[in-house]
C-alpha cells in the first residue's frame, strides 16, 4: 500500500507538470511548547518571517494546555498534551524540493 502511495505521487506530479500546473514541494517541523513565549521572542519570530527566504512560511499553534491538562493520562491516549501548553508547527513551501527549512525557521 505504501509503494502504491508513492507511485500514485510520482503519476501525478508527472502529469501535473505536462499539464502546466507546478508542482509544489514542502518542509515541516513542529515542536511542543512548555512555557510562554516571552515578548522578546515573538519579536525574533515576526523578525524572521520578514525575511525572503521565508516568505512562504507558515506556523500554527495547537493548543493544549488549560483544560486539556486536567484529563488524567489513562482517559484518552493522547500523552502528548501532558505539560505542554501548545505545538507549533512551522512549514515553508517552495517549487524546487529542498533538503531543509530556511535557516531559522
Not at 507511485?7 to 515542536?31: C, H, N, Q, T
Not at 512560511?57 to 505539560?83: C, L, N, T, W
Not at 501548545?86 to 527549512?101: A, D, M, P, V, Y
Request: aromatic content about 14%; proline content about 7%.
Amino acid at each position: 500500500m505504501y509503494l502504491q502511495h508513492i507511485a500514485m505521487i510520482v503519476v501525478l506530479s508527472f502529469r501535473l507538470e505536462i499539464w502546466g500546473i507546478p508542482v509544489l514541494y514542502f518542509k515541516a517541523k513542529s515542536d511542543y511548547v512548555k512555557e510562554p513565549i516571552p515578548v522578546t521572542g515573538w519579536k525574533k519570530i515576526w523578525k524572521k518571517f520578514y525575511e525572503e527566504e521565508a516568505k512562504t512560511a507558515q506556523m500554527i499553534f495547537s493548543p493544549y494546555g488549560g483544560k486539556m491538562d486536567e484529563i488524567s493520562k489513562s482517559s484518552i491516549p493522547f500523552p502528548h498534551r501532558v505539560g505542554n501548553i501548545t505545538k507549533s508547527n512551522t512549514w515553508c513551501i517552495g517549487k524546487k524540493k529542498e533538503k531543509r527549512l530556511p535557516k531559522g525557521i
